[in-house]
T-cell receptor
Framework: GNSVTQMEGPVTLSEEAFLTINCTYTATGYPSLFWYVQYPGEGLQLLLKATKADDKGSNKGFEATYRKETTSFHLEKGSVQVSDSAVYFCALSEGNQFYFGTGTSLTVIP | KAGVTQTPRYLIKTRGQQVTLSCSPISGHRSVSWYQQTPGQGLQFLFEYFSETQRNKGNFPGRFSGRQFSNSRSEMNVSTLELGDSALYLC??????????FGPGTRLTVL
């Protein structure tokens, strides 16, 4: 069946450090892939998406590339800020089904 | 276009009571999903409704139920509340196979 696996947290980084949060998926067909972000006390917000292999989603300095050969969709940012502190969720959509990873908590310290 | 709205935002109940939460999806979205989020279990899928029919269901006891109205608004109900039901309940709407759009959630506290 379909599933999403993302790296365990929590992750703590200094401001301006490079961020990678790993995400791999299992799917029977050709899913769309997403990263969501959740700030404290709020719902999830879509951060970026990619709908087919080799697509790169980007937003607010974050990027992720849909890699079909490695079934991965790793989230990266070149220089994190304190305001990026949040929980990040990787997700996939195939047909009517939607699957989330367990979330990775990121704390950025000044 | 207005986003997904959920009411109430905060709720305090006691064990044994029942509660109803409401979700209004984005206009034109016919799919509404509900999730329970807790620190220990993370984000867990409750159920999805599409055109007033439950299309998918997660692994929750029968105390958790939902429905969807003809205008796509959805409600979820939890009966005989337990302490472990304390959580953030999130609603999301979508036009499949695209992304889900989430509401701000309802924070339920069971005392």
């Amino acid at each position: 069946g379909n599933s999403v696996t993302q790296m365990e947290g929590p992750v703590t980084l200094s401001e301006e450090a490079f961020l990678t949060i790993n995400c791999t998926y299992t799917a029977t067909g050709y899913p769309s892939l997403f990263w969501y972000v959740q700030y404290p006390g709020e719902g999830l917000q879509l951060l970026l998406k990619a709908t087919k292999a080799d697509d790169k989603g980007s937003n607010k300095g974050f990027e992720a590339t849909y890699r079909k050969e490695t079934t991965s969709f790793h989230l990266e940012k070149g220089s994190v800020q304190v305001s990026d502190s949040a929980v990040y969720f990787c997700a996939l959509s195939e047909g009517n089904q939607f699957y989330f990873g367990t979330g990775t908590s990121l704390t950025v310290i000044p | 276009k207005a986003g997904v709205t959920q009411t109430p935002r905060y709720l305090i109940k006691t064990r044994g009571q029942q509660v109803t939460l409401s979700c209004s999806p984005i206009s034109g979205h016919r799919s509404v999903s509900w999730y329970q989020q807790t620190p220990g279990q993370g984000l867990q899928f409750l159920f999805e409704y599409f055109s007033e029919t439950q299309r998918n269901k997660g692994n929750f006891p029968g105390r958790f139920s939902g429905r969807q109205f003809s205008n796509s608004r959805s409600e979820m109900n939890v009966s005989t509340l337990e302490l472990g039901d304390s959580a953030l309940y999130l609603c999301a709407s979508r036009v499949a196979p695209n992304e889900q759009f989430f509401g701000p959630g309802t924070r339920l506290t069971v005392l």
